[in-house]
């Protein structure tokens, strides 16, 4: 009796982790895939890179792994970033047409994040200091961010040939993508300058109560700021790692909804939209729920039109069986209907 008390505490304590649900969930997933889904598991070795459905799927999720850093410290605030995907569109143009014309790398490579990082620093302007709804400020480069692209880009689709900007989506390192480590390096730098520094109190502060932070002479200005310039930043490199899977800007696609899977993964990984805590590791977690979750859809045989539907009524489901509230309710539901039986 005493034995089931103790595994029901320790059950009750790990189950209040922000990452216990997410990581039931995309296990199921994973097992589910390798049960029902034919040579989902298999991991082959050739030419001394490993390929598979789950490094197919790990290399899919590093876009939404970058966009999902950047929005993770955006919500934080108790904001939002609606333009990352307009940010990747412009981007992609910008290095695209770089890449055709010869640039050397290091242009191709820095002019985009450049203009990414303006592009962030616009948003965090109109929202720190004109004071405009975060929905609303974003909602204009989303808007625009697209536009613009489509102009740097005449209309036409950019193609070029450049290999060592290739590599970016297309290079391995030690028989696994380079995203990988981009995406990784990205994160761990954040982690390392929220968590080993008081930035990231500082964000979770804002979040929370940006009058008392005020008091207490954390400048809400620059945190947002600070934030906003980083969320285009990870659209940058997003929008870079996209260009070179299909060598060429399409700045009427690339890029075209991301933000809401930004968002979803962000969301699903336990950062809560009203802002405060925040859960990088979740958030990497969200990206991969929602890139395993279109691979099974897939797999499935589902229409693609169909999968947003699918995929917005698993997220409903996840993020209720995170909610302690409907837990609770649920748990009190279910004694209910044991004391009538």
Same mark, same amino acid.
């Given at each position: ?78 904001g939002i970033d609606l333009s990352v995907g307009a940010v990747i569109a412009v981007a992609g143009a910008i290095s695209a047409l770089l890449a055709r014309d010869g640039y050397p790398l290091p242009a191709i490579l820095l002019l985009p994040l450049a203009a ?15 004071? !405009?709804?975060? +929905? ?7 808007? #625009?961010?697209?536009? %613009? @692209?489509? *102009?740097?880009? =005449?209309?036409? !689709?950019?193609? +070029? ?7 970016? #989506?297309?290079?391995? %390192? @030690?028989? *696994?993508?380079? =995203? ?20 990231? *109190? ?23 700021? *600070? ?14 790692v996209l260009t070179t899977e299909i060598r060429g800007a399409d700045a009427n696609n690339v890029g075209l909804n991301l933000e809401l899977d930004a968002i979803l993964a962000t969301v699903i990984g336990g950062t809560a939209m009203t802002g405060g805590k ?64």
């Amino acid at each position: 009796m005493k034995g089931e008390k103790s595994a029901g505490k320790f059950f009750t304590d790990v189950s209040r982790s922000p990452y216990f649900w997410p990581m039931i969930f995309l296990l199921a997933l994973m097992t589910f895939n390798i049960a029902f889904t034919e040579r989902f598991g298999v991991i082959e070795i050739k030419d001394g890179h490993l390929y598979g459905n789950i490094i197919d799927i790990l290399r899919r999720s590093v876009p939404t792994m970058l966009l999902g850093a950047g929005m993770t410290l955006v919500i934080a605030t108790s904001g939002i970033d609606l333009s990352v995907g307009a940010v990747i569109a412009v981007a992609g143009a910008i290095s695209a047409l770089l890449a055709r014309d010869g640039y050397p790398l290091p242009a191709i490579l820095l002019l985009p994040l450049a203009a990414s990082v303006a592009a962030g620093f616009w948003n965090g302007f109109l929202v720190a200091k004109i004071g !405009i709804q975060p +929905f609303v400020a974003t909602l204009i480069l989303m808007v #625009s961010g697209r536009g %613009i @692209a489509q *102009l740097l880009c =005449g209309g036409q !689709i950019i193609k +070029f040939s450049n290999p060592a900007f290739e590599y970016i #989506s297309s290079g391995f %390192i @030690a028989g *696994l993508p380079f =995203g990988l480590y981009l995406a990784a390096a990205v994160l761990c730098g954040v982690w390392l300058l929220t968590r080993r520094t008081a930035l990231g *109190l500082f964000i979770e502060s804002i979040g929370i109560n940006p009058v008392a932070s005020g008091y207490v002479g954390i400048s809400a200005t620059r945190i947002k700021l *600070l934030v906003y310039m980083f969320s285009g930043f990870c659209a940058g490199m997003a929008g870079l790692v996209l260009t070179t899977e299909i060598r060429g800007a399409d700045a009427n696609n690339v890029g075209l909804n991301l933000e809401l899977d930004a968002i979803l993964a962000t969301v699903i990984g336990g950062t809560a939209m009203t802002g405060g805590k925040f859960y990088l590791a979740g958030s990497v977690i969200g990206a991969l729920i929602i890139q395993t979750l279109t691979t099974t859809i897939l797999a499935r045989g589902v229409a693609r039109p169909a999968t947003l539907v699918v995929k917005a009524i698993v997220v409903i489901l996840i993020s209720l069986i995170q909610s302690p509230a409907f837990r609770a309710q649920f748990t009190r539901a279910r004694r209910a209907e044991k004391a009538r039986t």
